[in-house]
């Protein structure tokens, strides 16, 4: 499940120290294990899903404590929806090969717009006044969300390498959070210069929730500012996790 990252490493006969950090689970919530989980985010008391398939994509409203979506928005069938963030009073969602991105009132779910982009979406996270986006490469595109105008790039490193694959993104306290996808990786990145300050081991997470499947990745991460909450889950997991950061070195 490390295979991404041990290819940096062997690549890289040197790499400078970089954090290491485990996990401990706070608590254990329900999560919809028919959501192929894509973005992420909470937002006053609310987690935020959008998920991905063709025909099944949606963006949902969540109650924690039991899972269930309390509203939904279906994209259209021939879409599959990646990630999501807040942007002032609306909801910005990509989708995976299409090239098109959509906006949702957050206060119920209502599309109010479309945008067109390069490229694939996967992850979206607002860093400042920038919406970023990843789309599967190393690199980290910084947009302005109004505008969709592309502002700089920035390549995810780990050490000298570039690291592919860095999928659903959060911010935290100013550091980019992502999902390196099909690993058990969670990277926390410098925005400015790209660099992977550490990085989180979430091994043995997906068995703990009972998923299974090579699709039934990790992939989701969700920071309560206010209460400082960490939620991770994955794609089609029953389960969703709040954890804290264990035994860094």
Known sequence: MMLVLALA????????????????????????????????????????????????????????????AVAQTKLPSDQFGEGITRWQDQIIGVTWQGGVGHRWQIKDLKRVGTFRYEGEGWGLTMV???????????????????????QK???????????PMVNELETIDGEIWANVWMTDM??????????????VDL??????????????????????????????????WPKLYEITLADCR
């Open 186 to 199: 969670i990277v926390r990145i410098d925005p400015a210069s790209g660099n992977i300050k550490s990085w």
């Open 203 to 236: 091994s043995g997470l997906k068995e703990a929730a009972g998923a299974s499947g090579s699709d039934s990745v990790l992939n989701g991460i969700a920071w309560d500012a206010t209460k400082k909450r960490l939620f991770v889950t994955g794609k089609y």
């Open 9 to 68: 490493l062997l690549a890289d006969p040197a790499p400078p120290p970089i954090e290491r950090c485990g996990y401990h689970i706070v608590q254990t919530f329900p999560h919809d294990a028919t959501s192929f989980t894509q973005g992420l985010f909470w937002d006053d008391g609310h987690l935020y899903e959008g998920t991905g398939q063709y025909g099944r994509s949606r963006i949902a409203r969540l109650d924690l404590q039991t899972g269930k």
């Open 128 to 150: 400042g006044d920038s919406l970023v986006l990843s789309d599967g490469t190393p690199e980290l595109r910084f947009l302005d969300p109004a505008t969709m105008k592309e």
């Open 153 to 163: 790039r920035v390549t995810v490193r780990f050490g000298s390498r570039p690291l």
